[in-house]
């Protein structure tokens, strides 16, 4: 068979990579050693797209890259790229190594003109080279997915691959208007090593034309970044240069695997339920939140739930990590009108939020596991969370149901408990200054977080809370650009931003989330009126041939109504986007009038 050409147009990454002469003999040695087992069948044709001195050209405005980066720095504190990049730029002005390596993703991210420019430029090299595949590194992967996902024919019938890719990072995502959407490539490989700690990052895309290639590595030096290492990985050469080599895709362990996780009969339906009562302290110990669970659980499956469908974690298998790994069991492979339902019935918290200088600018609300240690490895926080369902499809349903609250515990003089944490005093220290003048300990003032994203008829504190400075669970604030960019994002990249739960919280920012003594059995508050609302039962009980399906709001309102008769001083909360707040409850079915006994506090 007589071999074909494979014309790839390599677009490099950070750094003055065109002033060095072995650039380009690297990444045409690591292409040729790959695709050696295929020598034969293909001969690569390799250009590359030179782009270095509109970067040089581009007036640097150093307070806002700096600001930028300081966004990238942020999301990036599990690889120490804090300490590398953001406090050495920060009132410093920007040094070179800074400038050209994470310097040049700040200046992407943070320039407009700049990202088009970038775009003009690589249109105009696909025209002329016509490249059959696009191999794109690092800060060449933003430009290109840039071009490709605003005009998608260019990428028609082409390969595309980005790796060592910053598409993912929350800070970027903003910039494109919180999504990643699907290209028009013949097929998209994102090559992705978890050690690489240039602000690189998974892609959660369920499209059939999409994948994500495994290319861990780990070499000396800090950041694991290097093309060559992606390029010539075992992995790689096995999937992504043996598939474009011989134009069909081997059936690899990993495909067959993903071809047999698909061919199982998928779950339209599921449900994580957790309840933590045994906390480590026993001053943190609450009595109601596995009822809680096994309430919930069996209400859910009344309503059509099948009981495979529902997971539980409770007590000590409660932890950071549990949690989240069932939280992917959650929400993998959901699918168009897929419902998934999310649980909690514990403490919640918030913790100090360190900015780029390394100190306290703000809060995160979190739940509290039962490793919970005031660190943001052992909670489970707004960060974590949006991760998850940022790129649900549109037309799924996920309600989260959040039983604690974030102000800070107490017990009631009755003995009610309540489902919050604050502080202990080295943590609370970290929020405090000292005022010498009137001799006294007074909270710092920490500054307003830099999101504004407000919705019609919607206020900042169901967002941001009351001060600015709080990243609320469950919003997804990091992903938001403010108004104006956000808009011109979602026009520009045809998405409506990232996918929004529903999201019930039992109580509002500055209230408490009380537990309920229902005879001699605990439960929370929220959780019981809520549920004997959905069930319907008690006295005033209509037939159920006059029953009508409740929308998400009226049956929140109901149950802070009922909360509110009972003398319960919390007022539960909804957000999420209107046009579902406003539709029936898709899988809690009809609701009834309310409950004959009165729940008395204590």
Known sequence: ??????????????????????????????????????????????????????????????????????????????????????????????????????????????????????????????????????CAHSLGSLLSYDLFARERDLLAGRWYVSLGSQIGNPAVRSVFGGRIVALNARKWFHLYNSEDAMFTAEISLAEPGFEQVSAEFDISGVLDHDAGEYLRHANVADTVWRTIATEKEPASPVRRAKAAFLAEPRLSQKALLVG???????????????????????????????????????????????????????????????????????????????????????????????????????????DQFYEMYAQLPYDAHFLAVLDCCHSGGMTRDSGVRVRGLAPPDDIRHRELRWDGEEQVWVSRDLGPSRVKMLREGETPDLYLGKSAATRRLGRGVRLWSPEAQFSAARAAYDHKGPFMPILYQACQEDELSYEYRHGVTSYGAFTYCLTQLVRGEGRGRRRASSRRQLTFAELLNRTRAKLKKLQYDQTPTIVGPKSKIDQVVPFLGEAGGAPSRKARSG
């Open 276 to 382: 933590i009562n045994d906390y480590p302290s026993e001053a943190d110990r609450l009595e109601g939140c596995v009822n809680d669970v096994y309430l919930m659980s069996s209400v859910l499956q009344e309503r059509g739930f099948p009981a495979e469908s529902i997971r539980v974690v409770l007590d000590e298998r409660a932890t950071a990590k549990g949690i989240l790994e069932r939280l992917e069991w959650l929400l993998e492979g959901t699918g168009k009108e897929d419902v998934r339902f999310f649980y909690y019935s514990g403490h919640g918290s918030k913790i100090p939020a360190y900015g780029d200088t390394g100190e306290v600018d703000g809060r995160d609300e979190c739940l509290v596991p039962h490793d919970f240690d005031w660190t943001r490895e052992k909670a489970v926080t707004d």
């Open 1 to 134: 068979m007589p071999s074909r050409t494979l014309k790839i147009l390599c677009i490099h990454g950070v750094g003055r990579r065109e002033a060095d002469p072995k650039f380009t003999k690297l990444w045409s040695e690591s292409i040729l050693q790959a695709l050696d087992p295929w020598a034969s069948r293909v001969k690569p044709e390799i250009d590359f797209l030179a782009y270095d001195e509109l970067f040089e050209e581009a007036e640097l405005d150093v307070a806002t890259v700096t600001e930028a980066l300081a966004r990238l720095s942020a999301s990036a504190l599990k690889h120490g790229i804090l300490d590398l990049f953001g406090r050495r730029a920060r009132g410093l002005g920007l040094s070179e190594k800074v400038r050209w390596t994470a310097g040049m993703l700040a200046q992407w991210s943070a320039d407009e003109k700049l990202r088009s420019d970038l775009r003009d430029r690589l249109r105009e090299k696909m025209s002329s080279f016509q490249p059959e595949m696009i």
